[in-house]
T-cell receptor, first 114, second 109 residues
């Protein structure tokens, strides 16, 4: 069964550094999402992306964050200048459509900011 | 803003027991997901439903749109079912999901 893949599985970065988290969504999916989960807390929505542009974003997704689909397969989340509070598990998801279509999740990238 | 509440927060059961996890939400939705999160952190989608009932193996999910409530049932529970079960809802035309806090299920042999 096709799946969403995320790399790396664990990223350790110094505060203030830029980090790029990578995702390969399921190949025929058109809608892409990033979520994050701070340790011990709920999963939170960050951003959704369709047709090469952001379609929704949360208040968490400020100017430090950006997303890109640099080619036909990858979907990336960039954090420009990381803060300690960016430490979390970041999940990528994709769906075939935006209506009543299931979202499929990757295994996540654990980001640790030192 | 949709509030998603799950109960119980923690549940310990003996192998073979019938398990029920509940989810309620405050605003009308177009779809509800039940997800499973294992200790390593990965999330697996179990069900997406917008009405009625779905069954997959020993798992059954029901939703009552009028009551704004959904339940996830596990029949003949097994230690490998131990995980966090999360309810997430999609409201109207929004694409994002709003998540509950999860229910930590531990099934003892």
């Amino acid at each position: 069964e096709p799946e969403v893949t995320q790399t790396p599985s664990h990223q350790v970065t110094q505060m203030g550094q830029e980090v790029i988290l990578r995702c390969v969504p399921i190949s025929n999916h058109l809608y892409f999402y990033w979520y994050r989960q701070i340790l011990g807390q709920k999963v939170e929505f960050l951003v959704s992306f369709y047709n090469n542009e952001i379609s929704e974003k949360s208040e968490i997704f400020d100017d430090q964050f950006s997303v890109e689909r640099p080619d036909g397969s990858n979907f990336t989340l960039k954090i420009r200048s990381t803060k300690l509070e960016d430490s979390a598990m970041y999940f990528c998801a994709s769906s075939e459509g935006s209506g009543i279509q299931p979202q499929h999740f990757g295994d996540g990238t654990r980001l640790s900011i030192l | 803003k949709n509030e998603v509440e799950q109960s119980p927060q923690n549940l310990t059961a003996q192998e073979g027991e019938f398990i029920t996890i509940n989810c309620s939400y405050s605003v009308g939705i177009s779809a509800l997901h039940w997800l499973q999160q294992h200790p390593g952190g990965g999330i697996v989608s179990l069900f997406m439903l917008s009405s009625g009932k779905k069954k997959h193996g020993r798992l059954i999910a029901t939703i009552n749109i009028q009551e704004k409530h959904s339940s996830l049932h596990i029949t003949a529970s097994h230690p490998r079912d131990s995980a966090v079960y999360i309810c997430a809802v999609k409201a109207g035309s929004a694409r994002q999901l709003t998540f509950g806090s999860g229910t930590q299920l531990t099934v003892l042999p």
